[in-house]
């Protein structure tokens, strides 16, 4: 079975700097790709950044130059770390993971269970 759990959010003040981590548990084939999602009150869940199996990434517009995604293949791990927060980052952080669990098949997504993180003004 196939866990995501995140950590390292929490309250921070605006142009601060906080690093998310997600560790996946679980036996599987391959990584296909691990991101991080987000959703505020009210909002939908978007897309923050992406990063694939050869580490082709991919990044929100807004978080460009301040987020920086990255990973650790022998851990299964993704981060998130994020730069010069912004009350509008307030939200909550999720971390997804697409997997193989056997060659030629089809991946499937997991979600983690999310992560607060506040930036006041």
């Known amino acids: 079975q196939v866990q995501l759990v995140e950590s390292g959010g929490g309250l921070v003040q605006a142009g601060g700097s906080l690093r998310l981590s997600c560790a996946l548990s679980?036996?599987?084939?391959?990584?296909?790709?691990m991101g991080w999602y987000r959703q505020a009150p009210g909002e939908q869940r978007e897309l923050v950044a992406t990063?694939?199996?050869?580490?082709?990434?991919n990044y929100k517009d807004s978080v460009k130059g301040r987020f920086i995604i990255s990973r650790d293949n022998a851990k299964n791990t993704v981060y998130l770390q994020m730069n010069n927060l912004k009350p509008e980052d307030t939200a909550v952080y999720y971390c997804n993971a697409d997997v193989y669990f056997r060659p030629f098949a089809p991946s499937y997504l997991y979600w983690g269970q999310g992560t607060q993180v506040t930036v006041s003004s």
């Open positions: 679980g036996t599987i084939f391959s990584l296909k790709a």
């Open positions: 990063m694939t199996n050869i580490g082709i990434t």
